[in-house]
């Protein structure tokens, strides 16, 4: 496997550090590889700038901090706009159009993915925002199984919640691979 670096960005309360945790013990727990997640807080918890890096490879990592990401997500204007140029070059750019209207000239794969707008019609609640976009980054990528999620969400989340999260990270799952196939 080649090293995958990500970075999710977005704003506090949108579960952004929450998803970068679930994917870094997925892969660690139940896939064997190595992972490492750091994040960074803007000024407030919530509403304030966030951004979370992971890295995830199958050979020791020296060093924990994403300096040009393989993967970017964008979960807010403000985020696309501070972190669009730090992307590798092919590397891919995930955002909703709901947050984020691409501006800059990025050379990645971009993919506008309307995450929000299908958690909002299929399931009704945005606090599971954050797990639909990270099925589509694994739906994108194939970096680490869906049930290796699954298996962190059963120890992570609330039972009476759990079922709402696996919808939506089946959601997001969907929408990644049918993306990608076009």
Known sequence: MERCRMVFSGSGGQGVITAAIIL???????????????????????????????????????????????????????????????????????????????????????????????????????????ICMLGAVVGLTDLVQPESIIKVLEQRIPSNFLEMNKQALDLGLEMGRKFEKK
């Open 24 to 130: 870094a013990e997925a892969a660690v727990l139940h896939e064997g590889l190595e992972a490492v997640q750091t994040q960074a807080y803007g000024a407030a918890a919530r509403g304030g700038a966030t951004r979370s890096d992971v890295i995830v490879a199958d050979s020791p990592i020296d060093f924990p901090k994403v300096i040009q990401p393989n993967v970017l997500v964008c979960l807010t204007q403000e985020a696309y706009t501070k972190f669009c140029d730090i992307i590798r070059p092919g590397g891919l750019l995930l955002t909703d159009p709901r947050y984020v209207t691409p501006q800059l000239k990025v050379d990645a794969i971009q993919r506008e993915l309307p995450m929000y707008e299908t958690v909002m019609d299929k399931i009704g609640k945005p606090i599971v925002f954050n």
